[in-house]
């Protein structure tokens, strides 16, 4: 290790130990609170299932239950940048803040009665309910912290160790059930919210955050509101029938979260990487819209699933399977909402959101990149279903490369591709605004090459 990167890691265990100073008096004191405070109320109920009386009691596990009071500190050790570590110390203080709002807004507490236990395993019981009261349950903060850890190490090991984290980690989530600790709704509940705090503060690009903008665009409004009905609608059938309709909570969460990409956050909320994958924390929190996301992009194009050509090697279509995009070369993918397979394919990420027309600016940069995928070789322009959004994206490139000469010379080449495009007012408008942009006809590429 060279003198630089002493002094490097030793920048970093500093700031390390300054969020652990701000951390650990901040945990123990909001949760004797929270403890105290729901100690004195008399509306404190509980949420518990039946078949949870057949859960059983493994004494032993309080050891990975335990175990997580030091990976909190050890994590600090394991991130290279300063940003990183900040990252780290804003997911667990989030973790923090929502449980605690949590644990004083809807009060729930653990009912089953613990035996007496004796040994080592019974003094570390003893020990933990000396602080700890059967009050704080859902979002269980144990599972909450456990997933913004897991994720911390899960990215710093590889091979033999990486196992040995995931097996751990695991083995800690399941300590809150056969440790008597939470009941069964506290643990899905406190993995998304774990999730939240890494969507928040997230290992790519700018924490959502501090990256809104209060949308413009009615249509953005009109859309937002009819997946924050779809939430609502959700969460009033779980709350009445209880029981097993709580899961609606899940899509509950999952539909108002897609309302503030398109009321605030716009396509990079759903937080498409790269890679074409959405981030881990993304995937979970919008699970249940993804799959109907998914199902829909399917039905809609189960007769003409395959990409048509549209001009020089361009393909417009679907976002691809696996096996659909093993002809093409590049792939360029303006579908913010599902994911992109893309193992050995050069990609280009041009995420927008659904149902709405992209900005000139936006279709612009569609029709560079598309122009720059084509020295790879065969190039699908795809989104959802490959009918709106892709289409525009082809029409930019086709007007931007000189290849067609007005808007509607580009939507009728279009059209014979691959008729069942949509493109309404909006994109013809949007198109337009590529032609201001567009090279002259005399420093335009020549048609074919």
């Known amino acids: 290790m060279t003198p630089a990167a002493v002094v490097r890691e030793s920048g970093l265990w500093k700031r390390g130990v300054l969020w652990l100073l701000l951390l650990a008096p901040l945990f123990f004191g909001t949760y004797g609170f929270a403890n105290w405070f729901t100690g004195q109320r008399d509306d404190v109920g509980s949420l518990v299932f039946g078949w949870e009386w057949?859960?059983?009691?493994?004494?032993?596990?309080?050891?990975p239950y335990w175990s997580i009071d030091l990976l909190y500190g050890l994590a600090f050790l394991l991130p290279a940048t300063r940003a990183a570590v900040d990252r780290l110390g804003l997911r667990l203080l989030t973790a923090q803040v929502i449980c605690i709002s949590c644990f004083l807004l809807w009060p729930l507490r653990f009912t089953f009665d613990r035996p007496a236990l004796d040994g080592l395993f019974?003094?570390?019981?003893d020990v933990l309910m000396g602080f700890d009261k059967p009050f704080n349950q859902a979002p269980s903060l144990h599972i909450t912290l456990l997933v913004v850890l897991?994720?911390?190490?899960?990215?710093?090991a590889s091979g033999l160790w990486r196992a040995v984290v995931h097996i751990w980690f695991l083995l800690i989530g399941l300590s809150v059930l056969t440790t008597w600790q939470h009941h069964f709704i506290d643990v899905p509940t406190g993995m998304l919210a774990g999730c939240l705090c890494l969507w928040l503060w997230p290992s790519e690009g700018r924490s959502p955050l501090f990256a809104w903008c209060l949308a413009r665009d009615p249509r953005r409004w009109r859309l937002a509101l009819r997946y924050a009905f779809g939430a609502a609608l959700c969460s009033a059938v779980a709350i009445h029938f209880d029981g097993f309709a709580l899961w609606l909570l899940w899509p509950a969460l999952s539909l108002l979260m897609v309302a503030l990409n398109y009321v605030l956050f716009?396509?990079?909320?759903?937080q498409k990487r790269a890679d074409?994958?959405?981030?881990?924390?993304?995937?979970w929190l919008l699970a249940p819209y993804l799959l109907g996301a998914w199902i829909n992009s399917r039905a809609w194009t189960r007769k003409h699933p395959q990409p048509d050509e549209v001009a020089d090697g361009v393909w417009l279509g679907r976002i691809?399977?696996?096996a659909e995009g093993q002809a093409f070369a590049a792939i360029a993918d303006l579908c913010a909402e599902l994911p992109c397979r893309v193992e050995g394919k050069v990609y280009r990420e041009l995420a927008s959101l659904d149902l709405i027309t992209p900005s000139s600016e936006h279709c612009l940069q569609a029709a560079v990149a598309i122009e720059?995928?084509?020295s790879h070789g065969p190039v699908l322009v795809c989104c959802a279903l490959g009918y709106s959004r892709s289409a525009t994206a082809i029409a930019a490139w086709l007007l931007h490369s000189g290849r067609c000469r007005s808007v509607?010379?580009?939507v009728s080449r279009l059209r014979q591709a691959r008729p069942q495009v949509v493109l309404g007012d909006a994109h013809l408008q949007a198109l337009e605004g590529i032609l201001s942009h567009s090279i002259s006809t005399e420093g335009a590429t020549p048609h074919g090459q």
């Open 276 to 283: 074409g994958r959405l981030s881990a924390a993304s995937s």
């Open 320 to 322: 691809p399977g696996k």
């Open 150 to 156: 897991w994720a911390c190490f899960a990215q710093h």
């Open 122 to 125: 019974g003094m570390m019981f």
């Open 54 to 63: 057949l859960i059983p009691l493994w004494p032993w596990t309080i050891i």
């Open 266 to 270: 716009g396509a990079k909320g759903f």
């Open 408 to 410: 509607a010379e580009a």
């Open 372 to 374: 720059d995928l084509r």
